[in-house]
Nanobody
Framework: QVQLVESGGGLVQAGGSLRLSCAAS????????MGWFRQAPGNGRDLVSA????????YYADSVKGRFTTSRDNGKNTVYLQMNRLALEDTAVYYC????????????WGQGTQVTVSS
C-alpha cells in the first residue's frame, strides 16, 4: 500500500516562501516520477511541477517557473517543492503524486496540503 503524506502548507503573505514535503511509504520512489499538482477553488487539478526518475530532469508550469523548485531525496523517499515569491494566485490545495514503473498516469496521490497566500 503506497502512502503519500504532504506537509509544509500554511498561510503566508504575498512575496513569502514555503517548502512543501511529500514523504512516500510502501514502496521505493527511486524509479518513480514525482509530481506536484494544485487545485484552486472552482478549478481543475493542474500539474505544477514534476521531477523524473530517469535523469532527475524537471518540469515547471509557466506560472511558477523561476519561483518554484522541486527536488527529491531518494534515500528519504521524499520530494520537495520550494515555493518562493508566492503570489495570491498560488493559493490552492497542493497534491503530491507518483507515477512508477513506466505507468503513463500519476496514480498515487497524497491527501493534499493547503497553501494560502494573503495580501
Amino acid at each position: 500500500q503506497v502512502q503519500l503524506v504532504e506537509s509544509g502548507g500554511g498561510l503566508v503573505q504575498a512575496g513569502g516562501s514555503l517548502r512543501l514535503s511529500c514523504a512516500a511509504s510502501g514502496r521505493t520512489v527511486s524509479n518513480c516520477d514525482m509530481g506536484w499538482f494544485r487545485q484552486a477553488p472552482g478549478n481543475g487539478r493542474d500539474l505544477v511541477s514534476a521531477i523524473y526518475w530517469s535523469d532527475s530532469s524537471t518540469y515547471y508550469a509557466d506560472s511558477v517557473k523561476g519561483r518554484f523548485t522541486t527536488s527529491r531525496d531518494n534515500g528519504k523517499n521524499t520530494v520537495y517543492l520550494q515555493m518562493n515569491r508566492l503570489a495570491l494566485e498560488d493559493t490552492a490545495v497542493y497534491y503530491c503524486t507518483l507515477r512508477c514503473d513506466g505507468d503513463p498516469s500519476f496514480n498515487y496521490w497524497g491527501q493534499g496540503t493547503q497553501v494560502t497566500v494573503s495580501s
